[in-house]
């Protein structure tokens, strides 16, 4: 089940081009980015895993997580009706779902179930 882990404050609003203190921030525009964030973590998660929830809480693996989740939301923020998954965000994905993978192998070498 997906869970959400960051907030807008995690470099979203300077990835749209906002100081986080920035004026123009009003109402609707927090929730746009939060709601964009949200639907970001959705898809990360589900594009990486979504059993293994402390995944993403990892300290070694919560930077590049954030990254791809901003980058995403970022972009859906600022192109709603045509943005598409950018290329750094798949590649990061790609490296996490390789991490997330790994985290899966028992101490044993044996696979843990999904």
């Not at 100081?19 to 990486?48: C, H, N, P, W």
């Not at 045509?82 to 070498?109: C, F, H, N, P």
């Amino acid at each position: 089940m997906s869970a959400t882990y960051l907030s807008i404050d995690d470099g979203l609003k300077r990835a749209c081009g906002y100081l986080d203190d920035d004026s123009l921030l009003d109402d609707a525009t927090l929730k746009r980015m939060t709601d964009a964030l949200v639907a970001a973590e959705f898809y990360v998660q589900g594009a990486i895993g979504q059993e293994n929830s402390d995944f993403y809480k990892k300290d070694e693996i919560k930077d590049l997580y954030k990254l791809a989740c901003n980058a995403i939301a970022a972009n859906w923020f600022n192109h709603p009706t045509s943005a598409v998954s950018s290329t750094t965000a798949k590649q990061i994905i790609g490296q996490l779902r390789g991490s997330y993978d790994l985290s899966e192998v028992e101490d044993d070498g044996t696979t843990a179930k999904r």
